[in-house]
């Protein structure tokens, strides 16, 4: 299995609170992405990182920032939380050798807010 | 824009029967498409892979999916299915020109598996 650690797992909270939520990689691999999973939507990108410093918008990314100081994490936040951001957020890697390398996930975290 | 379209919400099928889970995708050019299982509580297990070359892909776990560029098919297929197969299955797309650019899944088929 690919050596990302999503953390927390579960967490509950409350509408205007701020979020936060780590991806960390044993990889080494370049590319990082955010996506939420949500009933009859599938899996939709929030943000990714192509490098250190390094990210950009995906399609559903009103809302969310990000942030990745380091290779090894990618952030995900959440400034003021709402009840639409109810979700299970998932982070992938990619290595950075080729455009025709997989995603790898991990094993997601449930975000409720109340 | 890319989209990916997976006809079926829901397919049961019975244990030890053949199993072809269908996807369409919309795409300019050759496009990477991909197969991922998920379990319950689990994240995305990668199944099977298409870049080029050969279009019928063999995968884990029995599966294998044929790449069909006149119908903009990728469907998923297994001989014989197993209890342990009933997950969620989703078909995904990529930008095959080599950039930073994430998935673009399909909604998902759930399978059923009836003993």
């Known amino acids: 299995d690919a050596g990302i650690t999503q953390s927390p797992r579960h967490k509950v909270t409350e509408t205007g609170t701020p979020v936060t939520l780590r991806c960390h990689q044993t990889?080494?691999?370049?590319?990082m992405y955010w996506y939420r999973q949500d009933p009859g939507h599938g899996l939709r990108l929030i943000h990714y990182?192509?490098?250190?410093?390094?990210?950009d918008k995906g399609e559903v990314s009103d809302g969310y920032s990000v942030s990745r100081s380091k290779t090894e994490d990618f952030l995900l936040t959440l400034e003021s939380a709402t009840s639409s951001q109810t979700s299970v957020y998932f982070c992938?890697?990619?290595?950075?050798?080729?455009?025709?390398?997989?995603?790898?996930f991990g094993d997601g975290t449930r975000l409720s807010i109340l | 824009a890319q989209s990916v379209t997976q006809p079926d919400i829901h397919i049961t099928v019975s244990e030890g029967a053949s199993l072809e889970l269908r996807c369409n995708y919309s795409y300019g050019a050759t496009p990477y498409l991909f197969w991922y299982v998920q379990s319950p509580g689990q994240g995305l297990q990668l199944l099977l892979k298409?870049?080029?070359?050969?279009?019928l892909v063999q995968g884990i776990k029995g599966f294998e999916a044929e790449f069909k560029r006149s119908q903009s098919s990728f469907n998923l297929r297994k001989p014989s299915v197993h209890w342990s197969d009933a997950a969620e299955y989703f078909c995904a797309v990529c930008h095959s020109g080599g950039g930073a650019d994430g998935l673009t899944f399909g909604k998902g088929t759930h399978l059923i598996i009836q003993p």
């Open positions: 298409y870049f080029s070359g050969d279009t």
């Open positions: 992938a890697i990619r290595e950075s050798t080729g455009g025709n390398q997989p995603q790898h």
């Open positions: 990889e080494n691999h370049r590319y």
């Open positions: 990182s192509y490098g250190v410093k390094d990210t």
